[in-house]
């Protein structure tokens, strides 16, 4: 019994849902350990300031200066449910921070293989630059979120081609844009990939009738978004 007992349990340690999970646990102990301990940092009281007016304020004030309204919206709404102590206040930058470990799990997937993909999300889950922003009440891991998810999604649409990649990725992008300016240079890079790879599928008649379906669904996402 002990014998059976001690191969299910290292069956079970082995499997990679066991270990994201573990990796998602510890992301998420780095993140919230002590994350009222530090007083408030001048950025996050400008962000708490700002959230703290009405929803229009928070919009015109946005615009006219160097960052979008949707984060400070969200952390109105936060604020008045939950409070603005340190803690709270800064739990809504480390909710996005831990939940971007299994999307950057679900990303490493689509080109790794075996245990570089946990090797791969265990790096993202300790680094110190990550977890910093996980506990300052800032934009930038909603940014990074989005950020994941959106590369995720364009990757697999370039796989499998599903309608329902292109909601997600329409979504997600939509977040993305009104989280951040930067962004824009994501779905840059996505534009410049999805062209160079069409230029090398050229010669191949399948491929470029796939492509052809992606560049009309993908154009189809940028209308609904910028329009």
Do not use: C
């Amino acid at each position: 019994i002990n014998k059976l007992s001690s191969a299910s349990i290292r069956e079970l340690v082995n499997q990679p849902g066991f270990l994201l999970g573990a990796l998602v646990a510890l992301g998420a102990s780095l993140r919230l350990w002590g994350l009222g301990s530090e007083s408030l940092r001048l950025d996050e009281s400008q962000s708490i300031w700002q959230a703290s007016h009405t929803t229009e304020f928070i919009r015109t004030y946005m615009i006219k200066n160097v960052h979008l309204p949707l984060h400070n919206t969200l952390l109105h709404f936060w604020i008045r449910l939950f409070g603005s102590s340190e803690i709270s206040v800064r739990l809504l930058s480390a909710i996005p921070g831990t939940l971007t470990i299994p999307a950057f799990y679900l990303l490493a997937r689509e080109f790794l293989k075996g245990r570089w993909v946990l090797f791969a999300t265990a790096f993202a889950t300790i680094s110190p630059f990550w977890i910093w922003y996980s506990r300052e009440i800032r934009m930038y891991t909603l940014l990074v979120l989005v950020t994941t998810l959106s590369y995720y999604f364009f990757i697999k649409i370039l796989k499998k081609n599903k309608k329902v990649d292109y909601i997600f990725y329409g979504l997600v992008n939509l977040i993305g844009i009104y989280t951040h300016y930067f962004f824009f240079l994501v779905l840059f890079v996505h534009a410049i990939y999805f062209l160079i790879d069409w230029r090398s599928s050229r010669k191949l008649e399948n491929a470029m009738v796939n492509k052809k379906i992606v560049l009309r669904r993908l154009i189809a996402v940028a209308l609904i978004l910028f329009i």
